[in-house]
């Protein structure tokens, strides 16, 4: 639940007070003139200076919430407060209104023991929905204060991830630039190019939390033909990408990412190279990636998971609350599997106040 409109809190508190006892008036005249058929001008003015009167005296209840710090209590404490309280309040505020009844009614005022008694009910019933009304208020604007908060830690971490991801990467594609300076100059130049065209990709999504799959695709194709330069037949290349999965939303980087890991652990160290394979489908409202590349998949209990494989956990539990998975595992003798599961990206799951 959020609030539109940013007002002053001051302002609205104010504006809530009017608006409530101007409507508990309203009902109380309603309500007398469905009993009585009639409204007469002492009626309205007992009923106007009867508002008045509790509206001074909630003004004051709020005064003791904030003095005694009730807004930070749980509700365990804080419920028979506001029971006891109101009904103090409510029974402090009979003799103003019977004052008041007097006063205006001079001629025909009568007091007995239930007029009493359903007097303190009724003001008790209005304080409780006023007392309810103010808590409300301050749990929601408290919830969104925190989920406001949240989303901006979730952005932090997510843009030091980002910041940290892309240099590593290029890191990575200029060692493959740089072993083809020497060993094919054309290709060099060549490659060059490629990087250039992934370097400019890079850093438009950067700002980015998701992109279409379709181009992250196209950045993984890229990096794919600058590897392939590099490996020649060594890098076989597989795709079997379903259609409905190109409008799918990813974390920018986040296949690319995969990919590397693959050719760069697994592919690179066999001396005949290997194949690396991507896999979409798509089921219900999940997109199912499958990745897999020539090699061995040895994590060592004593060694740190590698940057690329942590950064994309990551951001995938920052991204998708625990609704994303990631696992990565051996897939026969020699091969790695890599899958990842998404949802389909929902734009409420981080905002962040601008």
């Excluded at 007469?40 to 009167?53: A, E, G, K, R």
């Excluded at 365990?76 to 009979?94: G, H, M, Q, S």
């Excluded at 539990?317 to 020699?334: C, P, R, T, V, W």
């Amino acid at each position: 639940m959020r609030f539109p409109i940013n007002i002053n809190k001051s302002v609205l508190y104010w504006i809530c007070q009017i608006s409530f006892w101007t409507f508990v008036g309203l009902f109380t005249l309603l309500t007398y003139f469905i009993q009585n058929q009639t409204l007469t001008t002492y009626t309205v003015i007992d009923t106007l200076f009867t508002m008045i009167c509790l509206f001074g005296v909630s003004h004051f209840y709020r005064y003791i919430i904030i003095k005694r710090n009730w807004l930070k209590l749980l509700f365990p404490k804080l419920f028979p407060r506001i029971i006891l309280v109101t009904l103090l309040i409510a029974i402090f505020t009979t003799p103003f209104n019977l004052i008041s009844s007097y006063i205006f009614n001079i001629e025909t005022f009568k007091i007995n023991t239930t007029d009493i008694v359903n007097n303190i009910i009724t003001l008790y019933i209005f304080y409780f929905f006023w007392t309810f009304g103010y808590f409300f208020y301050h749990y929601v604007s408290n919830y969104n204060r925190n989920l406001k908060w949240e989303a901006m830690i979730n952005e932090f971490e997510l843009n030091q991830l980002k910041s940290q991801l892309n240099p590593h990467f290029i890191f990575n594609a200029l060692n493959t630039v740089k072993a083809l300076v020497d060993e094919d100059p054309k290709k060099a130049k060549s490659s060059i190019n490629q990087l250039s065209n992934i370097l400019r990709n890079s850093l438009m999504m950067d700002k980015k939390k998701v992109i279409p799959f379709a181009e992250e695709m196209e950045i993984v194709k890229d990096y794919l033909a600058l590897e392939g330069t590099r490996y020649e037949e060594r890098l076989h290349v597989e795709y079997a990408i379903d259609d409905s999965a190109l409008c799918y939303k990813v974390p920018p980087m986040m296949l690319q990412t995969i990919v590397e890991n693959g050719i760069k652990h697994g592919i690179s160290r066999l001396k005949n190279g290997g194949t690396i394979s991507i896999n979409t489908e798509v089921e219900g409202e999940f997109l199912k990636l499958k990745i897999r590349n020539s090699g061995k998949y040895d994590p060592k209990p004593d060694r740190k998971e590698g940057y690329g494989l942590k950064s994309t956990r990551q951001r995938l539990d920052l991204l998708y609350h625990q609704k994303a998975s990631f696992n990565i595992n051996n897939d026969g003798k020699e091969g790695v599997l890599t899958e990842i599961i998404l949802p389909k990206w929902d734009e409420s799951e981080i905002s962040v106040s601008r």
